[in-house]
């Protein structure tokens, strides 16, 4: 499952995730909610790319 968090088209950050997490760890641990209260103009990703991607 790959995560959306909008709101703005002309700026991305993309979440990859590490060994042991997921994409929707991305919100429970705060990034994308820090990345709002700073007001930063961003759309933010959060892609389900599990260790099989990597190995690849």
Known sequence: MTILHPPNPAVLIVF???????????????FVQAVRD??????????DAHM????R
């Not at 990859?16 to 705060?30: C, H, I, M, N, V």
């Not at 007001?39 to 959060?46: K, N, Q």
């Open 16 to 30: 990859l995730p590490g060994r042991t997490s997921g994409p929707a760890d991305y919100e429970k641990q705060g």
């Open 38 to 47: 700073r007001r930063i103009a961003a759309d933010m990703v959060s892609a």
């Open 52 to 55: 099989g991607y990597y190995y």
